[in-house]
Each structure stands twice: as C-alpha cells, then as structure tokens.
C-alpha cells in the first residue's frame, strides 16, 4: 500500500479519480460507485465499460440538425410528418428532449451545440450558427423560433442570429417568457414549455 494514499489499492484510487471526473459526483461518490462495480459480475462491469466506450466512439451527429444521432440523419430530420420548413434553435441535445416531451412541436431543430459565452471562451465561430444561417439564405426555412434559455447569453446568441439572418425573407419568433429570465430550458416543467412555444413571440417585438 502506498503510504501517501489512503486507498488500499492503487486500481481503486485510480477508479475513483476517474469516476470523480464525472460532473457533480465527489470523490465520496466515486468510491461508492467503484465499491458497487467491484461486487458486481465481471460480465456485467465489461457490459457497462463497453456500452461507455461506444458511446464516445460510434455515436454520430445529425448531418442536418447537428443533432446526437445513431444514422446519419436523426429520426426527426428522416421523419416526413415533421414541418421542414420550421427551424427551432436550441443549446443542446437536451433542449432537444425537453421539446419533444411536451409534444407540442412537430417541426425540426437546429442544435447549436452551446450559446456565445465570451467568459468561457466561446464565441460564434464554436457553434454551428453558419450552417442555420445557409438554411435560410437558401429559402428552406419559413420560421425559425429560438428556444435558447433565457439568460444573458441566451439573449446574446438570439440576438447574433437575428442580425445574421434579418435580410432573408424567414419569420423569426422565441418561445413567450413563460420560461422565467436565467432559467434554463431543459429545467422548465412540460406544460410551462409546451406553453411557451405555443404562444411564441416575433423576436423583434422583445428587443
């Protein structure tokens, strides 16, 4: 046993260093996650290690929408029921869920893969926002609504794709605030949201 560790085995240490990488759990957790993988079956553990691995690997993005997808379009952009010519902007594959759960939306998305943030170092060039804005110049797109959360960095990338895409002749909308200010979508609750997209709003009217 190293003497600088309070772990019994270095194999241990090293599953909880790992495990205590992930987003919001301790190294308390972590140890408890890695002492309930080390009872389980070998099978089960491998199952659950490739199943990880797989995930990073294979997994692709919708060549459409940007969208996490296992082809090489998602089941929504590949879906002829949906509304092609409606576009609804959101932060992430999560947004993504939270709309579809209230099965109030039967257009398509446009997944950002994150919002302008220049105190995090993100600025447009990092998200997908020219290809949406070819969308449009290139007339597929009627409506675009903008679904980002409603925070100071929501506002500033709605804001940055409005003055992107104004020219063209496309109808831009946001979801009502019914979603409250700094709230973040994937929180808001079915109903709230459904709301919200069902009584969406001209942009320019909340400049």
């Known amino acids: 046993m190293n003497n600088n560790s309070k772990y019994p085995s270095l194999l241990l240490e090293n599953a909880v260093n790992e495990l205590s990488w992930l987003p919001g759990v301790g190294r308390k957790t972590a140890l408890r996650l890695a002492l309930f993988l080390l009872k389980q079956e070998k099978d089960d553990v491998r199952r659950f290690a490739e199943t990880i ?3 990073r690997d294979e997994i692709r993005y919708c060549s ?3 969208n996490i997808s296992d082809e090489a379009v998602c089941e929504i952009c590949s879906n002829p029921r949906r509304d092609h010519s409606v576009v609804c902007v959101v932060e992430s594959i999560r947004d993504v869920m939270a709309i579809e759960n209230t099965q109030q939306y039967s257009g398509i998305y446009h997944v950002l893969g994150g919002i302008i943030s220049p105190m995090d170092g993100v600025g447009p060039d990092d998200l997908t926002i020219m290809p949406l804005v070819d969308k449009v110049r290139r007339g597929e797109v009627k409506e675009v609504i ?3 959360s409603a ?3 929501g506002d500033t990338t709605n804001f940055y794709i409005f003055r992107k895409i104004k020219e063209y002749d496309v109808s831009v909308t946001t979801i009502a605030r019914g979603v409250a200010v700094g709230d973040e979508l994937e929180y808001a609750d079915e109903v709230t ?4 997209l069902v009584n969406r709003l001209p942009f ?3 400049l």
């Open 64 to 66: 459409v929408c940007y």
């Open 53 to 55: 691995r797989a995930l």
């Open 151 to 153: 925070t100071m960095e």
């Open 204 to 206: 320019e009217k909340t």
């Open 146 to 148: 903008f679904a980002l």
């Open 193 to 196: 949201l459904g709301r919200s």
